[in-house]
């Protein structure tokens, strides 16, 4: 639409010419023109950007744009200024999307400042925005506008407020950015309890699940009311067919449902960019967290090819995220994307099974290629793990769910579960590390059968996670399953042997029965020894575990011997200040306390507290044991002395 004058000036241009337009005298017109939509009952929360804005429209002269996803309450919220703004004489709604809509509210508000019809419309919306630039007593609000440029021609200036409400979240110079984000947990509670009768529990219950999107939530209140469910009843329904809810109930305050909102956004960005979409569906099945860009990058060859292009590029990367943030379905910051879980249910929900499982089987390569396979003593990468935990967990969920029967998605499932196993295990969180491998261990059986390799390497760690709990019969019967299949795999010599000799003979340490430790640890030792050489740090820790088991039996010299080995293996691998060297100093301290050698026993433990405070910080459980050692040392050199 060319909105010029016959000398060719744009709407809403400084410099328009007034030749063709006389207004009325302003005493023979109305003072007062409003059209507010309907205003809900139940406005909560919000009180930081309305204040922000009742001080905009007091300035006057200013205007500001209220951004933020689908269904977070922008109209709302600008429906809610509108009628706390009652002193000021105009105050105008225009829905935005069409410029045909824009044009003709803008003429419907011409009409009710007074202002006479013209038979070229063009000229008589000029003669509008004319009027509005040369008073300040008006609030206009453009609700839902799609482009900065498709609204300029229709933008007043003067000394009233221009107030836009968008998903699209640049605006640059032409208003002032107020974001709109979804309801703290407390404004969600609010307003669930002011609508219905459930109480703040169940509110908040309620609230986490949907993600406290406002729309989700007035949804949801609409179907309560609607089917006379309970909350408790509508929460099961929710947690068993989440998707299916999404287009369940008629939202009362707005246009249509979560699914139907989302999903043509969705389909706006397959109009635009493959690569988008594709993006979009493999954010879709991770956790509704944080989604680190490197992440998203670190294995082209898994992901779809458009996608896998767009990836290998950092501005072509740039574009694509920039397609999903125009439409408010993503949010960007410098480590990477995050994605409302609402969004993430309607992009699944709308994938075919084929569509659904690939993006899937991808999402789980990218966490293969991530996370970390040995992340136990590496507390450099705890951060990384501890990033992508929620989502490896998401991802198996859905890999389960979607490819149930699909082996190489099966296999990928075990694998992730027994990597977040050994970083819970390294993080002391041995019941978490504990359920993990035992789920990646039925996998694998099932999968592969009971006496596949695989499955040992599960059992193995399930058997650590057992001991580290205390349960060392079950850690016991574990391991010796695991060392049946491994000895019938690969025969009675192989490292893989080895490694389980050794954790079951540390069981047995702990049981007290030293003669079988000590027979395991002593054939773990003649394995690595003749395999891997005289200098690996998997034979220093056959070593460290008989010195351990020496001291226990009173063979106090040859436990220093084992142990001193050790010593100088892991550090000669690993450095001084790693922690494998301080696992070997502190039985060191240990064998040389029970050898009344107290000064070197406390020496050892002060540099083992020193590296382990360094690698875990102070709160550690390890730097915790290792000072009540110490304590304990120091009290008996003190009592000696």
């Known amino acids: 639409m060319d909105l010029r004058n016959p000398q060719g000036t744009q709407i809403g241009n400084s410099n328009i010419q007034h030749n063709y337009f006389t207004a009325p005298q302003p005493s023979a017109r109305p003072t007062r023109a409003s059209n507010i939509p309907a205003h809900g009952r139940f406005f909560v929360g919000r009180h930081d950007q309305l204040a922000h804005l009742e001080r905009l429209v007091a300035r006057g002269g200013g205007r500001a744009v209220l951004c933020g996803t689908h269904g977070v309450g922008k109209t709302q919220l600008a429906i809610e200024l509108l009628n706390r703004c009652g002193t000021t004489p105009v105050r105008w709604w225009i829905p935005a999307a069409q410029p045909e809509t824009i044009a003709a509210e803008l003429a419907a508000l011409g009409r009710a400042i007074g202002l006479p019809e013209l038979p070229d419309r063009n000229h008589y919306l000029a003669g509008v925005l004319a009027d509005l630039g040369e008073r300040d007593d008006w609030l206009v609000v453009f609700d839902n506008a799609t482009r900065p440029a498709s ?11 221009v107030l836009i409400t968008s998903v699209y979240p640049a605006w640059g110079t032409l208003a002032e950015r107020v974001p709109v984000g979804v309801f703290s947990d407390a404004e969600a509670v609010e307003l669930l309890s ?17 993600g406290a999107l406002p729309l989700a939530l007035d949804q949801a209140v609409s179907y309560l009311e609607q089917t006379g469910l309970t909350a408790d009843e509508y929460l099961g329904l929710l947690r068993r067919n989440g998707e299916l809810m999404l287009n369940r109930g008629a939202p009362s305050l707005y246009g249509a449902t979560v699914d139907a909102t989302f999903r043509v956004a969705v389909e706006q960005v397959e109009q635009r960019s493959t690569a988008a979409l594709e993006l979009l569906e493999i954010c879709a099945v991770f956790a509704p967290a944080d989604i680190p860009h490197d992440l998203l990058r670190v294995a082209p060859e898994a992901l779809p090819p458009a996608l896998a292009a767009a990836v290998g590029d950092d501005l072509t990367y740039a574009d694509t995220v920039g397609v999903l943030t125009s439409y408010s379905l993503v949010r960007r910051d410098v480590t990477g994307l995050q994605v409302h879980s609402l969004v993430q249910a309607v992009t699944r929900r709308r994938m075919d099974a084929d569509r659904r499982g690939a993006q899937t089987r991808a999402a789980g390569r990218l966490l293969i290629a991530a996370f970390p396979s040995d992340s136990y003593f590496d507390a450099a990468i705890w951060p990384t793990c501890e990033r992508l935990l929620a989502h490896l967990l998401a991802v198996v969920t859905e890999l389960l769910t979607v490819l149930p029967t699909a082996p190489d998605s099966v296999d990928d499932a075990a694998e992730l579960l027994h990597r977040a196993g050994v970083y819970r295990w390294g993080r002391q969180d041995f019941d978490g590390a504990r359920e993990h491998f035992a789920r990646a261990a039925a996998l694998r059986e099932e999968r592969h059968g009971g006496s596949h390799p695989d499955v040992a390497v599960s059992l193995n760690h399930l058997g650590l996670a057992l001991r580290s709990l205390g349960r060392l019969d079950e850690a016991a019967t574990v391991q010796r399953r695991a060392l049946a299949i491994r000895e019938e795999a690969f025969g009675p010599h192989h490292p893989a042997v080895a490694i389980t000799l050794n954790d079951l003979g540390t069981v047995h340490h702990e049981r007290g029965r030293y003669a079988e430790a000590l027979e395991l640890h002593r054939r773990a030792i003649a394995i690595r020894r003749s395999v891997l050489g005289s200098d690996d740090p998997f034979l220093a820790t056959s070593l460290a575990n008989l010195g351990a088991t020496l001291t226990a039996v009173g063979r106090l010299d040859d436990a220093a011997a084992a142990l001193d080995e050790a010593l100088v293996i892991r550090t ?62 120091r009290r008996a050199g003190d009592a000696g002395g």
Do not use: K
């Open 194 to 210: 002011a609508r219905t009768p459930m109480g703040a529990e169940q509110a908040l219950a309620l609230a986490q699940d949907l």
């Open 151 to 161: 609204l300029v021609p229709y933008l007043p200036a003067g000394g009233g407020t």
């Open 572 to 633: 000669s691998v690993f450095g001084p200040t790693h922690p494998r060297v301080a696992f070997s100093l502190e039985r060191i301290a240990l064998n040389e306390q029970a050898r009344g050698s107290l000064a070197e026993a406390r020496a050892a433990m002060e540099r083992a507290i020193e590296i382990r405070t360094g690698a875990y910080g102070p709160d550690h459980e390890l730097v915790r044991r290792n000072v009540s050692q110490l304590a304990s040392m």
